[in-house]
């Protein structure tokens, strides 16, 4: 059983860039711990809510074999600040399984953590991730090396496939 640090925004986390995945790591018999900027029920853009199990301040890297970012409106507001890039950045270093969806691997190109990786991203994160060094693919999930992206809900389901295949 591995275990994956799932960071949301604590208000407009995508409802299936957060459910999907998590269901197919659970799935795949690993334990997901929802983290957020806040404790209490962090609630979607829809009608999902989760209950936020450890704060961003509570999280350590070394503890997880996983780190992934859930877009949605969000994301940048509560998850784009300097101990969130910190926290991916020292995971990184950690040779962890990195994931962001949607607009979130903009949190990773400002933690210039994407300087020669090829990317999927929320078009509206192009230029962003172009920015940090990231090639932008325009495709919607895209595995560089231990970093797996997608490029918002509809390949949800796929990109958790995607990180339960890299932590095989």
């Given amino acids: 059983m591995k275990k994956i640090a799932m960071f949301i925004a604590f208000q407009g ?3 299936e860039e957060y459910t999907e995945p998590k269901k197919a790591l659970e799935a795949a018999g690993h334990r997901v711990v929802t983290v957020s900027t806040a404790k209490g029920e962090a609630r979607g853009k829809f009608r999902v809510t989760a209950q936020v199990d450890k704060t961003v301040d509570e999280i350590n890297p070394s503890d997880y074999d996983a780190l992934t970012l859930v877009g949605g409106p969000g994301a940048l507001e509560h998850l784009d600040n300097a101990k969130v890039r910190a926290i991916f950045s020292k995971a990184t270093e950690l040779g962890k ?3 962001a969806i949607c607009i979130s691997p903009v949190v990773l190109a400002h933690a210039g953590l994407l ?3 090829t990317v999927a991203c929320f078009p509206d994160g192009a230029g962003e991730v172009g920015k940090g060094g990231g090639k932008y693919a325009g495709t919607e999930l895209e595995i560089d ?24």
Wanted: hydrophobic share 40%; net charge positive; proline share 6%.
């Fill in 13 to 15: 986390f995508r409802d």
């Fill in 97 to 99: 399984v990195i994931g």
């Fill in 115 to 117: 300087k020669g990786k």
């Fill in 145 to 168: 090396g231990k970093l797996i992206t997608a490029n918002g809900p509809e390949p949800a389901k796929a990109y958790g496939a995607a990180l339960v295949e890299a932590l095989k």
